[in-house]
């Protein structure tokens, strides 16, 4: 089974904090997505990625940049914390272009 | 800007009814998703239809797809107290640099009452 792992289930941050959050696939897939759920805006795309080094922004990157040096490892960062970033993040991963993704568990962030 | 939206926004039935939630989207699509949330979880893909095909099933599960309208339709028979859930549809349009990105709409909340 595909496994898509992300490092923190609960994750409470201050204003202004440098915040990595990190994803890990383990089914060699070429893409792998950050979202992040609030109540009532579904799931939108921040950033995606389809190989190693690549990057391409989604609808809201602002305020967020990502990594992807290994092809496993995906990782979100929020270079100067703020409140309206409080949110549900989740990770994803897809074999292909056009092909069912696989998510992870979530992180749910707080910034206080 | 999100792609599908999913309609209704909020859907009660009673175990053993069917559930019909229909999804649009805005622009041409190489494939269309749906997928469960159970609540504070992450998401799971339950079905994929290709713009080619217009009807799938899987096991209780049945979509379909009309290019032509922009829509589609998943439908859940005999549905159980487990079925609970949101559902969002998911496209995998092209743009430019022919990357596909997956964008997802704001979900369909099912209760199904025991």
């Known amino acids: 089974d595909v496994k898509v792992t992300q490092s923190s289930r609960y994750l409470v941050k201050r204003t202004g904090e440098k915040v990595f959050l990190e994803c890990v696939q383990d089914m060699d897939h070429e893409n792998m997505f950050w979202y992040r759920q609030d109540p009532g805006l579904g799931l939108r795309l921040i950033y995606f990625?389809?190989?190693?080094?690549?990057?391409e922004k989604g609808d809201i990157p602002e305020g967020y940049s990502v990594s992807r040096e290994k092809k496993e490892r995906f990782s979100l960062i929020l270079e100067s914390a703020s409140t309206n970033q409080t949110s549900m993040y989740l990770c994803?991963?897809?074999?292909?272009?056009?092909?069912?993704?696989?998510f992870g568990q979530g992180t749910r962030l707080t910034v206080v | 800007s999100q792609q599908g939206e999913e309609d209704p926004q909020a859907l009660s039935i009673q175990e053993g009814e069917n559930a019909t939630m229909n999804c649009s989207y805005k622009t041409s699509i190489n494939n269309l998703q749906w997928y469960r949330q159970n609540s504070g979880r992450g998401l799971v893909h339950l079905i994929l239809i290709r713009s080619n095909e217009r009807e799938k099933h899987s096991g209780r599960l049945r979509v379909t797809l009309d290019t032509s309208k922009k829509s589609s339709s998943l439908l859940i028979t005999a549905s159980r107290a487990a079925d609970t859930a949101s559902y969002f549809c998911?496209?995998?349009?092209?743009?430019?640099?022919?990357?596909?990105?997956?964008?997802f709409g704001k979900g369909i909340t099912l209760s199904v009452r025991p």
């Open positions: 998911a496209t995998d349009a092209a743009y430019t640099g022919a990357n596909s990105k997956l964008t």
């Open positions: 990625s389809y190989d190693v080094k690549m990057k």
């Open positions: 994803a991963s897809s074999l292909l272009e056009y092909t069912e993704a696989f």
